[in-house]
């Protein structure tokens, strides 16, 4: 049902675009007969030319944690309560973001300040592909304004951190391939009467498993002795064998994380992704060199603009993901 619901959304995405381009087609045609104004037309194109490039980012988002929901932390740099006043900014802009986009948001976890703002928080946002639009967020968020937290009225300079992954589910599927199975019996030794040495209730397993991310291949050996009962010596074994694939599984995971998390920057000068200077009505990111005069905007959630321009630039790039 998944796969399913994934390609008719793509199927419906074609539909919007072709009805979009059909419409704007029927406007000229309309408009050589003077029965549509230019002006019309105009907007007719720019309805048809958001919904196009929606689709081409929604393309570039291929991987697979893209999909998935996002758990964002934002943690307050240095600065005492005008950097953890910030860190409130970005919470409630974020929050803002997810409610125009039509997702479900939870505050999973959240440090009020010591005068005003947040230390930190965590937020879990959910729905199709919130990471793979958030993931451009992951770093240091620099703001710039004269602070109402100081009395001589100055220019304060002010950090946040801004940390994002993908938010999975619980559990995790273990896949069992019986055809790479393999059974040998044996007598238990050891103490136990003379039915652990007369009967084969002692069972080895051999799984040929190979690592679905490296290739690597291994045999994973597993004895079980337990019981005298040949077939529940064989159900204990399976149950140590998913637990050894789960494990696998799972420190994958948490490795990936790792890997994201090595790659977050000091909450300090020089690290920052993006620069949001109130006096000048300038926010600007320094990846993509993408800016606009909006603050308000911005602030109120209107993030998509940078959004875009990080994924067209570095989509392909797996170090910048």
């Known amino acids: 049902m998944k796969k399913i619901k994934d390609i008719q959304g793509w199927i419906d995405g074609y539909k919007e675009v072709e009805a979009a381009v059909e419409e704007l087609q029927n406007g000229w045609d309309f408009h050589k007969e ?12 720019a309805q048809a030319i958001t919904k196009i490039e929606a689709l081409e980012l929604r393309n570039m988002l291929r991987r697979e944690e893209d999909k998935m929901g996002v758990v964002l932390k934002i943690n307050s740099g240095a600065g005492g309560t005008e950097s953890q006043d910030w860190a409130s900014m970005l919470m409630r802009m974020y929050l803002r973001w997810a409610e125009k986009n039509g997702y479900k948001t939870s505050i999973a976890n959240i440090l009020e300040g010591d005068e005003a703002g947040i230390k930190s928080c965590t937020i879990n946002i959910e729905g199709d592909y919130a990471y793979g ?8 968020h620099r703001l710039v304004r004269v602070s109402p937290y100081n009395a001589q009225g100055k220019r304060m300079t002010s950090f946040a951190s801004v940390f994002v992954t993908p938010l999975v589910d619980d559990t995790i599927e273990v896949k069992v391939e019986q055809a790479l199975l ?3 019996t044996f007598r238990s030794g050891g103490a136990g009467g003379q039915n652990v ?4 209730s002692g069972v080895r397993l ?3 498993f190979t690592d679905p991310y490296t290739g690597e291949k291994e045999e994973i050996l597993i004895e079980n002795t337990e019981t005298r009962d040949q077939p529940k010596n064989k159900e204990n074994a399976l149950r140590q064998l998913r637990s050894i694939l ?12 790792a890997k994201v998390e090595a790659g977050k920057m000091k909450i300090e000068w020089g690290s920052q992704i ?3 200077v109130f006096d000048d009505r300038r926010v600007k990111d320094h990846r993509t060199n993408y800016q606009t005069s909006d603050v308000g905007g911005v602030m109120d959630g ?20």
């Open 182 to 184: 393999s059974w040998d």
């Open 133 to 140: 639009y958030l993931k451009s967020e992951n770093g240091v």
């Open 274 to 276: 993006r620069s949001y």
């Open 197 to 200: 040495n007369k009967v084969e």
């Open 34 to 45: 003077d029965l549509v104004t230019e002006e019309e037309i105009d907007e007719l194109y």
């Open 246 to 257: 789960y494990d696998k599984e799972l420190k994958h995971r948490m490795e990936e994380q």
């Open 302 to 321: 209107d993030i998509d603009d940078f959004i875009k321009a990080y994924l067209m630039e570095f989509a392909g790039n797996d170090e910048n993901q």
């Open 206 to 208: 051999r799984y040929q």
